[in-house]
């Protein structure tokens, strides 16, 4: 009883193959390339989840590639609803690594914000993701699975305006740039580049790669610090690529018309929220077309006891100096924090361990069985 198929192990699973990783495993199987992006657009964005779902193949064709590779999506594992309407979604991906994406409604628009990695190696002190410590890049079509899969879970339309994307989940998306870019090729045009953010801490090499894009996303740089002294304190990305430097690539970045970079500054008690840190910001930010969104730090039981945010008082002043200083400047409002699916407190929700310090490599373990 011999089976001439290759068995499941020998298979590959297409949904997880970069672009060119794609091209060169159909090549043998497929030669025309607009039929190639048919069958990557099936994928990425209709959502088959069956290679016998792709009719617009043969029959025999889609038999042959069957035979030779699967499609294995993320799942929806769970779903937690806050009350100001925010809900945040547990994914698990086919090797059991778990992400994290969180749908926040706001004035009849939807922003949607999206993991990178599955956990995060740049232990900034202030990050729940962080804290976990190290994961694995997601796949480009990992990345896309969590708009798609949300899309469909909010009962989304093709005359649904399209939500706004913001890469600010788990995970560094200028360590998984390639992904990252190839997701938002898929995205867009259905997506404005417009809509879509990808946050940073700063990671030079690649934002001088996204400089030649010949489309961009908007750009958002995690600054938190004015000084390489306190950020390299909270953020130990800073010393390798410090202040001046990243700076210096920012202002060379090239904006489109009416495009600024945002700059997100985490207030945080006694530490960065002095009249003088804004002053000193503002110093540091000066010629650089940038907004500012404060966002107060979020406390958590497994982060440092020093993470406190200012008072709302504080909060204002900051605001209006920078505000004064000429640069326009907003405060990032919570949201979804009964569920953690506020900002820098996503992580795997089985994984709540309130008052737990040692560190575990989330992906290392399925947190939770799939419903
Ligand atoms: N690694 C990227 C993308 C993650 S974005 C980056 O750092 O920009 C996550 C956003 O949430 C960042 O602006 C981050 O600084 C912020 N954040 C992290 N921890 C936070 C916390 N405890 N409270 C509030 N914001 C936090």
């Given at each position: 009883m011999s089976d001439s198929r290759p068995g499941a192990e020998q298979r590959r699973n297409l949904f997880a193959l970069s672009r060119a990783d794609f091209d060169r495993a159909l090549a043998t199987f497929i030669d025309r390339p607009y039929r190639l992006n048919q069958i990557y657009l099936a994928l990425?964005?209709?959502?088959?989840?069956?290679?016998?779902?792709?009719?617009?193949?043969?029959l025999a064709l889609r038999a042959e590639l069957s035979r030779h590779f699967y499609v294995a999506t993320p799942r929806i594992t769970e779903r937690q609803r806050s009350a100001d309407g925010t809900c945040k979604y547990l994914l698990r991906l086919h090797d059991g690594a778990t992400i994290e994406a969180v749908d926040i409604p706001s004035d009849g628009r939807r922003t949607l914000c999206i993991s990178s990695q599955a956990g995060c190696a740049l232990a900034c002190t202030f990050c729940v993701t962080g804290y976990w410590g190290a994961g694995r890049d997601l796949s480009m079509g990992e990345i896309l699975a969590q708009v798609r899969l949300i899309n469909r879970e909010a009962g989304t339309t093709p005359s649904s305006p399209a939500p706004n994307i913001v890469f600010m989940g788990m995970g560094e998306p200028l360590l998984n740039l390639q992904a990252v870019g190839e997701a938002l090729e898929v995205l867009t045009p259905s997506t404005s580049w417009k809509r879509i953010t990808v946050s940073t801490v700063g990671i030079i090499p690649a934002i001088e790669t996204m400089a030649t894009w010949r489309r961009r996303p908007n750009l958002a740089i995690s600054l938190h610090a004015p000084d390489d002294q306190r950020r390299s304190q909270i953020m130990p990305i800073n010393q390798t690529y410090p202040l001046a430097e990243l700076l210096a690539c920012l202002r060379r970045y090239p904006l489109e018309r009416g495009r600024k970079i945002t700059i997100e500054y985490l207030l945080i008690r006694h530490f960065n929220d002095s009249l003088e840190d804004a002053d000193q910001t503002a110093l540091l930010l000066r010629g650089l077309r940038a907004k500012v969104n404060l966002i107060p730090v979020n406390p958590d039981s497994?982060?440092?006891?020093?993470?406190i945010p200012p008072d709302a008082a504080t909060v204002e002043r900051f605001k209006n100096r920078l505000n004064q200083r000429g640069l326009f400047t907003t405060v990032r409002q919570r949201r979804g924090d009964e569920v953690h699916g506020a900002c820098g407190q996503l992580r795997a929700f089985g994984t709540k361990a309130h008052g737990v310090r040692a560190r575990q490599e989330p992906?290392?373990?399925?947190v939770s069985e799939p419903r």
């Open positions: 990425h964005r209709r959502g088959v989840e069956d290679i016998h779902e792709m009719t617009e193949l043969s497994v982060l440092d006891e020093t993470m992906g290392a373990k399925p």
